[in-house]
């Protein structure tokens, strides 16, 4: 609940950080996990800000398989994300990717005083979030608005830093209202949950499906928006609840996905800034006076407060998850 606050220290020392300009031929963002979930919405929001190739790729494919990855000759930023600086795979990768001379690094952490911190060329250290928590959730929102604001920085863009600037503002008006998501929670008869987003969207649908995994268990899953009506779909029934995290951009096929759903028995949870009309079992209506690219933090504290809700009415302890611990290490 305190995410407002913190994403305003994260804006501050984004804005005090100079950066080098990136004359590589990709930027490769990489992490485990949530962090994973993370670089892959990051990199698409930096290839979408700045017009330079940006991939994601989960850690340990960067030393179990280099090549399918990395070319000879040509130039790479990897950007290394991890709340604790300390995960195997990340450590693994960096350590891995040492003395090549096309590579250079930057590491993103919420505790700049680790081995990986020390790995990289550059660190932007969040160390103001020190969660206690097994499960990541304002580390991931704070860590990917320093990237959005990393990239709106590497490309000069004053009208996104102007819009990302309203960040903090925007998600302290709109992180109390809870009703939605605990209704949703609350709701025993609804079994199987679906996380559908698309395009940098994608990243988060996957770490909301992660969180409601994490702390209560559900088998749950996520997909591309679009992509669910090609085969997922023959899933949906009455126990069906289906979180769709909608974009202006996606605004034309949003409504008609919803239709598909509903008349299958689904029920739909749409949140984004949805027209006037818009029809949903239940709505979130964020703002639309940001652009898509600017406005993913605002989606996050609302799919953390699902999968918490849920496990509260569970009566599972949110902050154990099973079988998990706050750093995994090999
Ligand atoms: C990432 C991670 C999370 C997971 C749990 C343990 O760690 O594996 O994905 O949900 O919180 O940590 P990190 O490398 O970001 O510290």
Partial sequence: M?????????????KNMDFDQNSVDQILFTGCGTSFYLASSAAKIYQSVTGQFAAAVPASELFLHTSTLIVPDKKYLIVGISRSGTTSEIILALDHLKGND????????????????EAADQVIALDHISEKSVVMTQSFTNMLYALQLYAAKQNNSEQDLAQLKQVPGIVKSTIMDENATKSLADDLTKTRFIFLGSGSYNGLAKEATLKLKEMTQTECESYSSLEFRHGPISIVDESTAVILLAQNETAAYDQELVKDIQRLGGHILAMGPLAEGFQADEQ??????????????????????LAYHRAIRLGFDPDKPRNLTQVVKL
């Fill in 102 to 117: 096309n590579l250079r690094t930057l590491a993103l952490t919420c505790n700049s005083n680790t081995p990986m911190a």
């Fill in 2 to 14: 305190n995410q407002a606050d913190q994403l305003q220290r994260t804006y501050d020392i984004l």
């Fill in 284 to 305: 979130i209506i964020l703002t639309d006076e940001i652009a898509d690219r600017n406005r993913h933090a605002v989606y996050m504290p609302a799919l953390q407060l």
